[in-house]
């Protein structure tokens, strides 16, 4: 994937930085002061995408004050668990579905219909409006681009279990983060349909440990221990490796993985209790309206879910792209009724005992 236009799309990011401000001991961000009405929003999408959509939400709504909270999914699940007598966020905009659909389960998200919403297909939308698809999230392999050429980067999952890559993998810790629950639940359901059991699933996320040279708190530290060669490898998804790109200097790129890759609905809801929820079904529809959505492909890298989105208003370089992602077959509710229990066995049974495993065998 090198060789891509850099300059075009660091342009693209300029000029929005958020106000830092603490709250709740995590960092709170936002865009306006005002002293009007203000509106909170969780979200896993980066300090770029967020200030911006603030700003512009900002600019048509005068009078309001934007707010986020930038942390990983599963924080912002476990969040809103704890929040859920006396809830703080009005938005939740960013996650797998399969989260979503947890929410909803557990009274965490308002119904909400916006006028997008038909444009989104069933299978990207809850069916009682508690949640509806902004993104599609393609997962993928990256490296750094200093040491590695394209060639050379691991061109599959499986290849990153070969030897060369011993010690050469760093991991977000899988718990916090959406992107990594994906993955892992992709790999384990690929390795059900073809062995009809959880056991291959396992094996190879043991195998995985035992590459891995650490599991990485969040995706800042990742990034710069991956730039600084503390690993030369990771597992991660494309929107952020390309808003990455444009924003920074961090020689870090991607590979499209050849046998297929899980791509994830990326969702969006207003938190049930809500202070603000007219606020917050106005934030709804603007961040999925066609203008939004295109502007967010063109700027952040990120593929629209509606189904609606001409292929000729996305950016050409994405259009390419998005030719050469397969998307792995699966069943959302088969892996939705599973992943808390394969990830709870990883965590018990897998982290960190890889390399102990292979001795024993």
């Known amino acids: ?34 002293s009007g009405e203000s509106l909170i929003v969780y979200s896993p999408h980066g300090r770029e995408l967020l200030s911006y959509f603030a700003a512009e939400f900002e ?10 909270l930038d942390m990983g999914s599963q924080e912002i699940l476990d969040r809103l668990r704890s929040e859920r ?13 399969g989260m979503f659909v947890r929410a909803a389960e557990e009274g965490l998200l308002e119904e909400f219909e916006p006028t997008w919403a038909e444009a989104v297909p069933p299978g990207a ?11 599609l999230t393609p997962e993928v392999i990256a490296y750094n681009s200093e040491v590695l050429a394209p060639e050379e980067a691991p061109a599959d999952w499986d290849a990153v279990l070969e030897p060369r890559w011993r010690d050469r993998v760093l991991i977000r810790d899988p718990l916090a983060s959406g992107t990594m629950r994906a993955i892992f639940a992709a790999i384990m359901y690929r390795e059900y349909e073809r062995t009809g059991g959880f056991e291959a699933g396992y094996d190879w996320l043991r195998r995985l440990d035992a590459q891995t040279k650490e599991y990485v708190l969040n995706p800042t530290l990742l990034y710069q221990k991956l730039a ?33 890759t899980p ?24 961040a999925g309206s066609r203008q939004r959505v295109i502007e967010a492909a063109e700027r952040f890298f990120r593929i629209p879910a509606r189904s609606d989105i001409p292929s000729d208003s996305l950016p050409v370089w994405l259009r390419e792209i998005l030719l050469q992602v397969q998307p792995m077959p699966l069943d959302a509710g ?23 495993a292979e001795k024993v065998e």
């Open 125 to 135: 939308r809850d069916s009682e409006g508690r949640w509806l698809g902004t993104y």
């Open 59 to 68: 600019a048509a709504n005068p009078g309001v004050s934007v707010q986020y």
């Open 263 to 286: 791509v994830v609905v990326d969702g969006i809801a207003v938190v049930a209790g809500s202070s603000s929820p007219d606020l917050a079904q106005r934030f709804v529809e603007f």
């Open 334 to 356: 088969f892996i939705e009724e599973n992943v808390g229990e394969w990830l709870r066995y990883w965590d018990r049974e897998i982290r960190g005992r890889g390399r102990a």
């Open 1 to 34: 994937m090198a060789g891509r236009g850099r300059v075009d799309r660091r342009a693209a990011l300029s000029g929005f930085a958020g106000l830092a401000m603490v709250a709740g001991g995590l960092i709170l961000q936002g865009c306006g002061g005002s």
């Open 228 to 260: 600084r060669r503390e690993g030369l490898v990771t597992l991660w998804d494309m929107p952020d490796i390309e808003t990455l790109r444009a924003s920074s200097d961090l020689p870090i790129d991607y590979v499209i993985p050849a046998s297929g």
């Open 85 to 97: 007598v006396n809830p703080q966020a009005d938005v939740w905009w960013g996650a797998p579905s």
